[in-house]
């Protein structure tokens, strides 16, 4: 006997070592990681396995500040203070259920609770009146809270209708009165009705207790024929009602039984959500109870507290729910600034104070939101609480200011393009400040750091404007016209500045935009051409290497003197290909009054004419055009056709005929620079994208009607229009035609303008002379 009792003290003793070297490993883990939840959670256990009551409070109390604790760590923790219980004041561990109640639902910690109070409190074990109060009260709540829970709710109905029966035989014990036992079955009869009303799991075996019961009163009711014999008209409609309620909710309870994924659990739980939310007649309780039950399960999904709370803001819009729900949700996700956003406007809603505002706010400030936009939607809700508070310009501006600066300090790259804050900031200072060179300052420290972006100056500029000063806006256009700025701005702010001359400037103001504008305009097309020349020919370049490539391959498969005779032809075939290239390029076309018929009739060979060899030598005749009356039409938009061309100059009376240069390979409205062998082979490869048209008119005035149409918009662009200058005539008194012929490229009548038909007009040689002049520089 004595040798077991030395073995024991030998294990526990070892045990004990055992622990303390396990303690002492999780306090070097958590010293190292004081953030962490694993740490902590791991650190109480080896606390209460220890046996270190007072340190295993503190660590409690600790993981508590910090993280919200389940239900499991809270039924332990309020085991443990129970045990240690003197006296009758059991107010201490009442308020740790209180207090894990407060975090999650949690069924088993309720029924802890109720068993709890019903074991140590006095006036409750002793059927006081105020103690059964007090019962019934805590009851309810957890009726409230958890009864309709579809699983697990049954076991709150269960220990509430034992309770009432519990009172009820005590009263047959010491109690003479009829009427209060009468009364005591009636709240018993009362439970049963209201259990059989809500959609549980155990519905069935709760109408047989129902029957049993009723016949332990003395009733009749229920047979073997008929279970429903006797059942109140009301209860039975209730029921059927329920049950019918409970199947169809088994088949996505079923789905969160077992042990499925958590990906798979959080969807099934969302799924079944919104079967709630869209019954006819959805009851928000049923729908408040299985987001309680998700956030158990997921306490750490943002998306799924943002759900939950929205859906609060929509249907409960009740104070202590709202306020109790997202103080739970920032608790739990406490980097997620739209929480916290939320949370600052359900306040307000419920006009909390000012102080509790403030709290909140500062506690959002020191979560360490995940991007800066975060911080600043949070910043700004702040800011409008406040504006609407009507609180002090100062309160504002320290708001604002420190915003600015958090977002400097710690997020230096971002970039606020719709200048939410300072914007925001600017426009307060003038409205509620009436402090304009306050404003200013902010936009012009704007304007420094970030002048690149067009929404500064337009911001900036709409302020003035907004405030009638016509001179500072002038001043800011003039600054700002010529700048780099992103995309397309400064032709945003080019074109914006000679709307507000039209509007508010004088003629010389308006002259004056227009030349300096005019030129960035122009500087601007000339950047866009060249970028788009590039855009333009890198996919050929890299088909051109793959090409390249494809050959070298096959080159090392070919004996040396295939390849000596393949250089010797390679050298040979860029000649014959300019030539080629050359002589595409000097063919025109008209589609003006050939016949269909005659376009698709096949030639000799029994081929239509495509205009290749001989087969282009199939029209009876070339046209000439002389150019004495017609109008040249450059920067056309290459989706325009002959048509729309056609209604936009038939206005101006006296219209002949519509030519229009296509691409003979894609038949598209384009300049084919590739074939170019003139000077202005570098030029005209600045504007590749553009459509070239010629247009005939039958006299001078016309012509001058054309030309007046010149930087109007046609379709997606501004087209130019200037007249077309033919050559002089040659020697001999006869016009040089044969760049004016038109050579047929294709059976479909389209063709290319030859080079020297570019050449031939003078305003064009000079813009691309202008342009070629910029880019080189």
């Given at each position: ?82 045990n240690l219980l003197d006296g009758s004041d059991i107010s201490p561990v009442v308020e740790l259920y209180e207090r894990g109640l407060r975090e999650y639902l949690d069924v088993p910690l309720w029924l802890d609770y109720l068993e709890f109070v019903e074991d140590r409190d006095p006036g409750v074990s002793q059927c006081t009146p105020q103690g059964l109060q007090k019962m019934r009260e805590l009851y309810e709540r957890a009726i409230t809270a958890s009864g309709i829970h579809a699983t697990e709710g049954s076991a709150i109905w269960e ?239 320290e708001v604002f200011q420190r915003a600015a600066d958090l977002l400097a300090n710690y997020f230096p790259d971002f970039v606020d393009r719709s200048l939410r804050l300072q914007g925001y900031w600017a426009r307060m200072e003038v409205r509620l400040a009436k402090d304009i060179s306050a404003a200013r300052s902010i936009w012009e420290r704007l304007v420094k750091s970030s002048g690149w972006m067009t929404e500064v100056w337009q911001g900036y500029i709409n302020m003035e404007l907004g405030l009638e000063n016509i001179n500072e806006v ?304």
């Open positions: 006997m004595a040798d077991e009792e030395m073995a024991s003290s030998s294990d526990s003793e070892s045990e004990r070592e055992n622990g303390e070297d396990e303690l002492a490993a999780v306090e070097v883990a958590l010293a190292a990681n004081p953030d962490s939840y694993e740490a902590h959670e791991q650190y109480v256990a080896a606390l209460r396995k220890a046996g270190h009551l007072d340190r295993l409070r503190a660590a409690r109390e600790a993981m508590n500040a910090l993280f919200p604790i389940p239900g499991r760590m809270w039924r332990e923790w309020a085991r443990d203070e129970a220990a509430y209708r034992e309770f009432e029966q519990a009172v009820l035989l005590t009263m047959a014990e010491y109690t003479d009165g009829d009427k209060e036992k009468e009364k005591q079955a009636g709240r018993v009869e009362s439970l049963f009705h209201r259990q059989l009303a809500v959609p549980l799991s155990n519905h069935a075996s709760t109408l047989n207790d129902y029957i049993e019961w009723e016949r332990e009163q003395g009733k009749t009711i229920g047979s073997l024929e008929d279970k429903f014999a006797g059942v109140d008209a009301n209860v039975l409609a209730a029921y059927k009602k329920a049950e019918s309620g409970w199947l169809e909710c088994k088949v996505f309870e079923n789905s969160l039984s077992g042990k499925p994924a958590d990906a798979e659990l959080l969807q099934n739980y969302l799924i079944y959500i919104d079967f709630e939310q869209k019954k006819s007649k959805s009851d928000p309780a049923r729908v408040q109870v299985l987001f309680e039950r998700a956030v158990t399960a997921f306490p750490v999904s943002g998306d799924l507290w943002l759900k939950y709370t929205g859906y609060l803001d929509q249907k409960l819009k009740v104070a202590v729910v709202c306020k109790n729900v997202y103080a739970r949700a920032v608790r739990n996700c406490p980097w997620v600034g739209e929480l916290w956003r939320k949370y600052l406007l359900t306040l307000e809603r419920f006009n909390s104070s000012d102080e509790e505002m403030s709290e909140v706010f500062e506690q959002s400030m020191k979560r360490g939101f995940q991007t800066p936009s975060e911080y600043l939607d949070v910043f700004l809700t702040r800011v409008d609480g406040l504006r609407r508070q009507m609180a002090s310009v100062e309160r504002l501006r002038r001043a800011l256009y003039r600054k700002c016209y010529s700048r780099k700025l992103e995309g397309n701005g400064s032709k945003v702010i080019c074109e914006a500045w000679l709307q507000f001359e039209r509007e508010f400037g004088t003629l010389e103001d308006f002259e004056k935009a227009s030349l300096k504008a005019g030129q960035r305009l122009e500087e601007i097309q000339s950047i866009e051409a060249v970028q788009d020349t590039k855009e333009f020919k890198e996919p050929k370049m890299k088909h051109e290497r793959g090409n390249q490539e494809s050959s070298a391959q096959a080159a090392k498969r070919k004996r040396p003197k295939d390849v000596k005779e393949e250089k010797k032809r390679q050298k040979v075939a860029p000649k014959r290909e300019l030539g080629k290239l050359h002589s595409e390029a000097k063919m025109a076309t008209n589609e003006g009054d050939r016949d269909a018929s005659e376009r698709e009739k096949p030639n000799e060979q029994g081929q239509p004419p495509d205009g290749r060899g001989e087969a282009a030598t199939q029209f009876k005749k070339n046209r000439v055009f002389t150019d004495e009356l017609t109008a040249f039409v450059s920067n056309i938009d290459l989706e325009l056709t002959e048509k729309e061309l056609k209604e936009f100059f038939t206005p101006c009376g006296g219209l002949k005929g519509v030519r229009l240069l296509r691409d003979r390979n894609t038949r598209r409205s384009r300049v084919k620079t590739k074939s170019c062998e003139t000077e202005f082979t570098f030029l005209t490869k600045l504007l590749p994208m553009q459509g070239l048209a010629y247009i005939d008119f039958e006299n001078e005035e016309n012509l001058a009607a054309a030309i007046s149409k010149n930087r109007t918009k046609l379709g997606a662009r501004k087209v130019s229009v200037a007249r077309s200058k033919p050559k002089p005539k040659q020697e001999g008194g006869s016009e040089k035609v044969e760049r004016d012929k038109i050579k047929p490229l294709g059976w479909q009548g389209s063709a290319l303008k030859s080079d020297e038909a570019l050449n031939s007009n003078e305003e064009f040689r000079k813009t691309l002379l202008k342009s070629k002049e910029k880019v080189v520089t």
